[in-house]
């Protein structure tokens, strides 16, 4: 059960509250005035706090402003007589969820606590899934900063939780398929199988055999019953990769089991009812090719339920140097190399280059440099051939991002840039930067101290 902090200068009041909300099952702790409150918070986790609005010395909402400045995600109900409603009412703009007016009866209090709880349980439910969207997407090294990026970032904190049929679209290398793993993993179905299958890496035949299964005899080979891999994915989710090159014959069978949900095995009389979340994904337009009747329209509309446009990388090139530091920590593991870091002249290059290949083709590249890295530092000379073309040489001498990435070699230099910027931003409340990090104070006192940041007092 929660713990609810009540602070109340009317020793009658406190009792009264006290008795009620442990009959409910309640953790309850009482203070006399705002400081004892404050310092009942600062040794305890408190989930609520009924706080009145009128004490001496320190008034509620004096204690409400340095609970909300604290960033702490207690839900506050302010008390007030009929006199001070006003005041209470002004503390609802400074952020408290509800006020109670005196006297009050224990229906109207327990209602009061009921709601505010279940809203704060909103709110930490919702930190911690951004908190989870955000560990994800590092660990599947799909990272970036850019507009374009944090548009996907979006998107996906919004359609991981659904059912929906996802279309994932965008140039080959983009990382749709990381993407479409990232939207299981946040889903209700992320301890279910997540199965993948190419459809443009077997024909149309044995595509189908794959998919849907085969009975004993249906085909030469074919000695025993199998499942096909939309049951094995079964209360999980099916990745279907290369969706556009999938032909007519095979489009019809898809659309009826998304629209059925059930699939007939090969050689099978009787269908079989399945569960399974469809990611689709394609390097092609889907749309224009309908018109022209190589994709089929009712499929299409099936498929992009939610349509997720997965950028270029030249679309994003500020991400460009984030993704290649974190791929030269892993080359640098794979290679046995010590610490190796990119000169400017080389992120320049990186920057300037338009990347047909995408992510896929950046990480190889990487690798390809720190495997001919002759010291420390990655120089031009260390990248594959076509990063040394003339061209490229030229547009990263004359591109207007270069100056971005001046004296920026390292995550950590960017990390420690970021830090400082967000203290200026809000003023240097400790609090305030640590909400807009996405971490607690502890962490960022922390990363403070590792990059020589002195925090101010708030």
């Known amino acids: 059960m929660a713990t609810i902090l009540i602070v109340d200068d009317a020793r009658s009041t406190l009792r009264a509250l006290e008795v009620i909300l442990k009959r409910e099952g309640y953790t309850v702790l009482t203070a006399a005035s705002g400081t004892e409150g404050l310092t009942h918070i600062e040794q305890h986790e408190v989930d609520l706090l009924l706080c009145d609005v009128k004490m001496p010395k320190m008034d509620g909402l004096t204690v409400l402003r340095q609970v909300k400045a604290e960033d702490t995600g207690i839900a506050v109900v302010m008390m007030s007589g009929h006199g001070d409603i006003s005041t209470a009412v002004s503390a609802m703009k400074e952020g408290a969820f509800d006020y109670l007016v005196k006297p009050f009866g224990e229906d109207e209090v327990l209602r009061a606590v009921q709601k505010a709880l279940a809203m704060r349980a909103l709110v930490v439910e919702n930190l911690l899934l951004k908190r989870q969207v955000r560990d994800q997407f590092a660990r599947a090294h799909v990272i970036g900063s850019s507009p374009t990026w944090n548009r996907v970032y979006q998107m996906v904190q919004q359609v991981a939780p659904s059912q929906a049929t996802v279309l994932l679209t965008g140039e080959s290398g983009t990382g749709k398929e990381l993407i479409a793993g990232l939207l299981h993993r946040l889903s209700p179905r992320a301890e279910r199988p997540f199965i993948v299958l190419n459809a443009a890496a077997m024909p149309a035949t044995l595509l189908e055999a794959e998919l849907f299964g085969h009975v004993r005899g249906s085909f030469t080979g074919a000695v025993s019953d199998r499942r096909g891999l939309w049951e094995e994915a079964t209360g999980g989710t099916l990745f279907l990769d290369e969706?556009?090159?999938?032909?007519?014959?095979?489009?019809?069978?898809?659309?009826?089991?998304?629209?059925?949900?059930?699939?007939?095995?090969?050689?099978?009389?009787?269908t079989t009812q399945v569960d399974a979340r469809v990611i689709a994904a394609t390097n092609r337009d889907l749309e224009a090719e309908v018109p022209t009747g190589h994709f089929r329209e009712d499929l299409y509309y099936r498929l992009s339920v939610v349509t997720l446009r997965v950028p270029a990388l030249r679309e994003r090139r500020s991400d460009i140097p984030l993704l290649a530091e974190r791929f030269l920590r892993g080359a640098e593991e794979n290679a046995a190399r010590g610490s190796l870091k990119f000169i400017e002249e080389t992120i320049r290059v990186l920057v300037a280059y338009d990347w047909p290949g995408n992510v896929r083709e950046l990480q190889s590249a990487v690798e390809h440099a720190a495997l001919h890295a002759r010291g420390a530092s990655i120089a031009p000379e260390d990248l594959p051939p076509r990063l040394q073309a003339a061209e490229v040489r030229e547009a990263a001498a004359r591109s207007p991002l270069a100056a971005l990435f001046d004296d920026l070699p390292t995550l950590d230099e960017l990390e420690r840039r970021y830090l400082l910027h967000v203290l200026e931003v809000v003023g240097g409340r400790r609090t305030r930067a640590a909400g807009v990090l996405g971490i607690d104070r502890r962490t960022l006192y922390r990363m403070a101290e590792r990059f020589g940041i002195q925090l101010t007092e708030e």
């Open 243 to 270: 969706i556009g090159d999938t032909s007519q014959a095979m489009q019809v069978k898809l659309l009826r089991a998304l629209q059925e949900k059930e699939i007939r095995r090969v050689g099978a009389s009787r």
